[in-house]
């Protein structure tokens, strides 16, 4: 065990002498993955410790990026167990197949997955690990196990009592049940309820390890030039000016460039700055943002592949009372995580660590297994915390740690490979640029009846290995998303949407909602345009195309009569509203604007209505939604990534802008009671809000802002 390892160990088992757990069978059979059978019960030892102590010990199969895991799925297992909610503690499981994702069969984060996929897994753990420890005190008090019951951390049978602590070692020898029964929601006692997130005191200490934090004696650190050109290839390198900045020991060629391994960062970075490269940049070196925007423009009056078809669109926008064209457009956009991304490496001979914080636990260590030669069960990943995420630590072909394995390899020493914010910036894998081309149509009493729609973006998973699987008949679902399976739309008589996936060798990758970042905000926006060209207010004119979706109207009802809907707004500005459901989850949105002297948008509160199903904890939906807004803010505000020559011309948070503290709104949030299956939290908070902020422009200007980020100079 290293240093760092054993550190962590020792903080997260508490003072106490740890008892796992462990149902007869080998440790080997647990990672070679659950038994092939239908839904079998997880076994509890691979996620639950209990020590003497009484500390209760879950280990997550997701990671903790900021969304709240850290508590909600603990919170499940202690719902079940009926433990003290003060005795729990969390950590990030090791890489291994029984941690495996319930729905993808790796274990990864994403999604707006976590939660829903481990609802009833957790539960389950913590229900067997309840059973055993009430069949433990039976057997040592003699008694029948359906006498006694628990409560707060302890079996109770009459007179008698004794803690999780003090059963833990008879419990660990008893078989695992083969069938549990799960608490009914009316005895639930911490689900549903606000409960305080577990990390935060970590996290306000600065105990919490994050990947960039790690140190060990003997670990180097590495900083890799990169092609400044995406496609770029490397002719050749002179390093003698490197060599010479202190504290540097090796300079590498890796598939990626040119690694400078150093003693610390510091002259790491030093020595890359005094390399002197030379570059093929390729054929992308001559494009820039405004050629690929007019491409994407032209592109857009042409039909892409076929995603939904019904009726005879033409027809009816032709006979149409009215009809209105728009072409609404997106930059490419990072996803500019607070900690820059670092992978460390320690290979030793047949053996390989890793630390990071990490997405795809499962593709990182089949990867860097490839990459050194070695059995994937032979690497082992350290999941640490993810100072933020956002879709980038999760790329299918595992870029930054790749990176980290080739350059451990070639140095052959352990290195903590890292990327500044500029290498951040202008790394790569961006939210794509996407074009809208919509153009609806009205009847004589204003009703919409025909709607086509033709979108102009690069595809995520082209060329990854989910290609095959996911992209049918030139259609990736996720550029369409929330459009081809919008409530909006299903019900209209004819409807038309085509996409065109332009092939660029800027690398591209799911970003915060993944397609809905982009489709909501055409999507709301016509709406818009079309209940103002109609004569109608914009939420009777939603409310009526929602007659077929009663959830998603009480959803957007909520959020307006809560956001004063109806009423005058204060003095100098308006209101603008956004509905979109993703990742099973419905979150309807009301932005209160107002438009400042040198023509600023200030964006003063949001009022939020969000049904997601059953929540588990409405502090961390309040949290994540709240958090939602500010990102997708911050891009509807600010954030773009430009071209010129090929370069990406942004390079940090001077001109890559997010969402400053003194921009952030009031956010409120409602969540609704629901009996509609759990959704996902993380992602459906960013986006409603851009449509609903230019909206209310609109509103309070009369100026349509229909181009990302807004500059009411564009309209």
């Known amino acids: ?324 064209e728009a072409d609404y457009e997106v930059p490419y956009l990072a996803h500019a995580p607070m900690e820059p991304l670092n992978c460390t490496v320690k290979v030793d001979g047949e053996r390989c660590e890793l630390w990071t914080g990490t997405q795809f636990q499962s593709m990182d260590q089949r990867v860097v297994a490839g990459v050194l030669g070695l059995k994937p069960e032979q690497v082992a990943i350290h999941t640490t915390f993810l100072g933020g995420g956002f879709g980038r630590r999760a790329t299918p072909t595992s870029d930054f740690t790749r990176e980290a394995a080739e350059v451990a390899k070639a140095a052959k020493v352990p290195v903590k490979v890292m990327w500044t914010r500029d290498d951040d910036i202008r790394g790569g894998y961006y939210r794509p640029a996407y074009h809208h081309r919509i153009e609806a149509a009205l009847d004589a009493k204003g009703h919409p009846v025909a709607w086509k729609h033709t979108l102009v973006g690069q595809s995520i998973l082209a060329g990854t290995p989910f290609e095959a699987m996911m992209v049918k008949n030139g259609i990736d679902n996720t550029s369409v998303e929330g459009i081809v399976d919008s409530p909006y739309l299903t019900g209209l008589a004819a409807r038309k949407v085509t996409l065109h996936s332009p092939r660029r060798p800027i690398p591209v990758l799911w970003w915060r909602s993944v397609g809905n970042s982009h489709t909501a905000f055409a999507l709301e926006s016509m709406l818009d345009e079309l209940a103002h060209a109609a004569g109608k207010d914009p939420l009777a004119f939603r409310l009526a195309m929602l007659k077929g979706s009663p959830r998603h109207a009480k959803v957007l009802q909520t959020a307006a009569e809560k956001a004063g809907w109806g009423r005058p707004p204060p003095s100098g500005r308006a209101r603008g509203l956004a509905l979109h459901e993703s990742f099973g989850s419905i979150v309807a949105q009301v932005a209160e604007v107002s438009v400042e002297p040198e023509s600023d948008i200030r964006v003063h509160r949001v009022t939020c209505a969000v049904d997601c199903g059953q929540p588990i904890n409405p502090l961390g939906i309040e949290a994540q939604i709240q958090s939602g807004v500010a990102f997708g803010l911050g891009a509807a505000l600010h954030s773009q990534l430009t071209f010129r020559d090929g370069r990406v011309e942004q390079s940090n948070f001077h001109d890559y802008q997010v969402l400053r503290l003194d921009e952030m709104p009031v956010v409120d949030v409602h969540i609704l009671k629901s009996h509609a299956r759990m959704g996902g939290i993380g992602e459906p908070g960013t986006p409603p809000i851009a449509p609903a902020v230019g909206n209310a422009v609109f509103a309070l200007t009369g100026k349509r802002l229909r181009r990302l980020p807004f500059e009411l100079a564009w309209s």
């Open 1 to 324: 065990m290293t240093a760092v390892s054993r550190r962590d160990f020792l903080a997260a088992s508490g003072t106490g002498l740890v008892i796992a757990f462990f149902i007869p069978g080998r440790a080997e059979a647990l990672m070679a993955g659950p038994p092939k059978k239908a839904k079998p019960l997880p076994p509890p030892n691979a996620f639950l410790r209990i020590g003497t102590d009484d500390t209760v010990t879950v280990l997550l199969a997701h990671s903790e990026m900021g969304q709240g895991i850290w508590t909600t799925l603990p919170l499940l297992v202690a719902e079940e167990l009926g433990c003290d909610w003060s005795k729990i503690r969390a950590e990030h499981a090791p890489a291994a197949p029984v941690y495996a994702h319930t729905g993808f069969g790796m274990q990864m984060t994403g999604g707006s997955t976590s939660t829903w996929s481990e609802y009833e897994r957790y539960r389950t753990v913590g229900a067997m690990a309840r059973e055993l420890l009430v069949r433990a005190a039976a057997e040592e008090w003699k008694t029948d196990a359906a006498k006694l019951r628990v409560e707060n951390g302890f079996v109770i049978g009459g007179k008698r009592r004794a803690s999780f602590g003090q059963l833990a070692a008879r419990a660990s020898t008893l078989p695992a049940p083969t069938k549990v029964s799960l608490k009914p929601p009316e005895k639930w006692t911490l689900i549903g309820k606000p409960t305080r997130r577990l990390d935060t005191p970590e996290k306000i200490t600065g105990r919490a390890l994050f990947g960039i934090d790690i140190q060990f004696p003997g670990l180097r650190t590495a900083l890799v030039s990169r092609s400044p050109v995406f496609g770029g290839t490397l002719r050749s390198f002179d390093a003698t000016d490197a060599r010479k900045v202190p504290g540097v020991e090796q300079v590498v060629q890796v598939p990626s460039g040119v690694a400078v391994i150093a003693t610390n960062a510091w002259s790491a970075r030093l020595g890359r700055a005094a390399l002197k490269t030379d570059w093929d940049l390729g054929a992308f070196a001559g494009t820039d943002t405004e050629k690929m925007r007019a491409d994407d423009a032209a592109l857009s009056r042409t039909d892409g592949a076929v995603a939904v078809s019904k009726g005879d669109v033409e027809a009816s926008l032709g006979k149409a009372a009215k009809r209105i």
